[in-house]
């Protein structure tokens, strides 16, 4: 069936530094959005990537989608406490349905 | 406060019980969802309602039932439960039936165990 896979599942860093959680597809994807859920919270959307090689940025996030439309990325930099939360992202592949990764969670160690 | 409320946040019921979980909209959107988040697996769709018809159908057992009365409240009627539908049950939002551009506004949940 139609999945998006993402990793890396969990990932623990130090405060300060850098981040990043990859999204990929076996086949071309429509558009992707990516989520943050806090823990004990809901998922928030952040931004949707439409175009081929598209590269969005949200003051220390990165979000880049990948010339095939295969995979996309979500970059922290110099994380903070607050970039704490599991990101998801969901694919759409043909149709409306978007499919959702099954996150990374991210623990910042202070 | 998201603009998208759910209640009960938590909710225990017997296999034999019947409950039900409402979702209420405050933003003017067009098309409602309800997902099931479980630990270690994605984000499951379940139903989609566009302007209070379902358009979508996940496969979901007839033990979960909705109903959406209006654009702006959707019910998830539950009855004989099994304990691996004990769940985070999201409900959620979007201006329109693809959820593109301004993605889905979720609720914040109900928790659901199923004893």
């Known amino acids: 069936g139609q999945q998006v896979m993402q990793i890396p599942q969990y990932q623990h860093v130090q405060e300060g530094e850098d981040f990043t959680t990859y999204c990929n597809s076996s086949?071309?994807?429509?558009?992707i959005q990516w989520y943050k859920q806090r823990p004990g919270g809901h998922p928030v959307f952040l931004i949707q990537?439409?175009?081929?090689?598209e590269v969005k940025k949200q003051k220390r996030l990165t979000f880049q989608f990948g010339e095939a439309k295969k995979n996309s990325s979500l970059h922290i930099t110099a994380t903070q406490t607050t970039d704490v939360g599991t990101y998801f992202c969901?694919?759409?592949?043909?149709?409306?349905?978007?499919?959702f990764g099954t996150g990374t969670s991210l623990t910042v160690i202070p | 406060e998201t603009g998208v409320t759910q209640t009960p946040r938590h909710l225990v019921m017997g296999m034999t019980n019947k409950k039900s979980l409402k979702c209420e909209q405050h933003?003017?959107?067009?098309?409602m969802y309800w997902y099931k988040q479980s630990a270690k697996k994605p984000l499951e769709l379940m139903f989609v309602?566009?302007?209070?018809?379902?358009?979508e159908n996940n496969s979901v057992p007839s033990r979960f039932s909705p109903e959406c009365p209006n654009s702006s409240h959707l019910f998830l009627h539950l009855h004989t439960l099994q304990p691996e539908d004990s769940a985070l049950y999201l409900c959620?939002?979007?201006?329109?039936?693809?959820?593109?551009?301004?993605?889905?506004?979720f609720g914040s949940g109900t928790r659901l165990t199923v004893v």
């Open positions: 959620a939002s979007s201006q329109d039936d693809t959820g593109w551009f301004y993605g889905y506004t």
């Open positions: 086949t071309t994807l429509s558009n």
């Open positions: 990537l439409v175009k081929s090689g």
């Open positions: 969901a694919g759409v592949f043909s149709g409306n349905q978007f499919y």
């Open positions: 933003l003017g959107h067009n098309a």
């Open positions: 309602y566009s302007l209070e018809e379902r358009v």
